[in-house]
């Protein structure tokens, strides 16, 4: 079982930054979802384990980073450069499989979910 307790988040002009954080209680593969209204949770980046290895979305490369900080169990994602269209709920989760996993269905524990919200 793994817990996951995401922060950070909140309402930005389009061109500002924001950050994410997840706080998890194991070290495995995890990822960062969004959520629109009325549309399916799509993967934004995913992180492996230790960190060598990691996945972006089209839409958010160059612009999105996700990292973590071993000592402390915690994945970050660092948003720069937003968009309108990034406006969604985000969520953390995590997997128990080995493997970067690129689907919702692909991962087992998830975060209650944080909203961004930005403006143009």
């Not at 995913?46 to 996945?55: D, E, L």
Request: aromatic fraction near 10%.
């Amino acid at each position: 079982q793994v817990h996951l307790v995401e922060s950070g988040g909140g309402s930005v002009q389009a061109g500002g930054s924001l950050s994410l954080s997840c706080a998890a209680s194991g070290r495995t593969f995890m990822g960062w979802f969004r959520q629109a209204p009325g549309k399916e949770r799509d993967i934004v980046a995913a992180i492996s384990w230790s960190g060598s290895a990691t996945y972006y979305a089209d839409s958010v490369k160059g612009r999105f980073t996700i990292s973590r900080d071993g000592a402390k169990n915690t994945v970050l994602l660092e948003m720069n450069s937003l968009k309108p269209e990034d406006t969604a709920v985000y969520y953390c989760a995590a997997r128990s499989a080995l493997g970067l996993g690129y689907r919702a269905s692909e991962y087992d524990y998830w975060g209650q979910g944080t909203q961004v919200t930005v403006s143009s």
